[in-house]
């Protein structure tokens, strides 16, 4: 019997969530994301310690020191988990700007060419990278600039329509729903638990997939976050979706049957109107989206306390 997985992967991209090599040498997937808080985990297992060690000793002479060093240190870190997933991944790896500038256009913009400039001194070509960036009317903003540059973008931290318009506005290569953590939040205030496709985090990609499909947007919908399987293949034949380990070994060991629940020919046909969006509108809208505006917060603010946790274990090593 065909598994779930395989059967998953014959209608989707199937990304890896996680910035455990051996997770996904097992799961063979076509792309991996990291982010942040998936590379503080990692640091402090004892198999990816080498790359932070390398990443500090590298920069024990540097002229920098204090924040500036520390940052230093950590983008280098960021290359060094990025070029070993491209070494297993056919395909590309995403690379968080520092989501303290989720809100400052040009230090994501420098952040961003940064990055890749860093990738492309080692002989890593920007095509097999997306640098990924909140989903703010800044970040927007500022993965404009960067496509214009030939930099593709991943916005991630994505919650409602609004931040989805602004992003294909601005042509990003991809956007990165969270499909998880809408979840949580209506499970939360509702205390009611969802399944299937009545789930809003699934809803919520669903309707923007077809909003993207109907109105021929190249940027793709990668959907993300995942809680349970259901919320997978509810979204079978989304451009493409990241899974954690956990989810992925479930899909591998079930022969479950996986349908195309998504479909960008049916969602051409759909009936819905054009919002033609201006900064203001996006703010109206995402207040007006209490959900949307409380998880973009709450996301922006958990990375961002994992980088300071991340910085805190490098200034301890100098």
Avoid at 57 to 66: F, I, M, T, V
């Amino acid at each position: 019997m065909t598994s779930s997985l395989d059967q998953l992967k014959a209608l989707t991209t199937v990304v890896a969530d996680t910035g455990d090599f051996e997770s996904i040498r097992q799961f063979s997937p076509q792309d991996a994301t990291t982010n942040p808080t998936l590379i503080f985990k990692a640091v402090q297992q004892a198999e990816y310690k080498p790359l932070l060690e390398k990443a500090i000793a590298d920069n024990k002479n540097s002229p920098l020191s204090g924040s500036a060093l520390h940052r230093k240190v950590i983008d280098d870190l960021l290359i060094a988990f990025g070029r070993k997933i491209l070494e297993i991944v056919p395909g590309r790896v995403s690379t968080e700007v520092d989501a303290r500038l989720s809100f400052d256009v040009d230090a994501t913009v420098a952040k961003a060419r940064y990055l890749i400039g860093l990738y492309e001194a080692l002989g890593t070509p920007r095509e097999r990278i997306l640098i990924k960036i909140a989903s703010t009317w800044e970040g927007a903003q500022a993965a404009a600039v960067c496509q214009k540059e030939g930099i593709n973008c991943n916005l991630t931290l994505l919650f409602s329509l609004p931040q989805a318009i602004a992003c294909a506005d601005a042509g990003v290569r991809l956007i990165s729903p969270f499909v998880g953590r809408i979840y949580d939040y209506f499970k939360a205030t509702t205390g009611k638990e969802y399944h299937g496709a009545e789930d809003p985090g699934v809803q919520s990609v669903r309707t923007v997939y077809a909003y993207y499909k109907k109105f021929g947007y190249s940027t793709q919908v990668m959907g993300a976050s995942f809680r349970n399987v259901s919320q997978i293949t509810e979204l079978a034949g989304c451009d493409l979706l990241t899974i954690s380990p956990d989810l992925l070994e479930k899909l591998q060991n079930s022969t479950d049957p996986v349908e195309r629940k998504l479909d960008a020919a049916a969602a051409k046909e759909a009936l819905i109107e054009r919002i033609n969006l201006d900064e203001k509108l996006f703010r109206w809208m995402l207040n007006e989206d209490a959900m949307a505006t409380d998880k973009l917060g709450d996301g922006i603010r958990k990375f961002a306390a994992d980088i300071v946790k991340l910085e805190g274990i490098i200034a301890a090593s100098f």
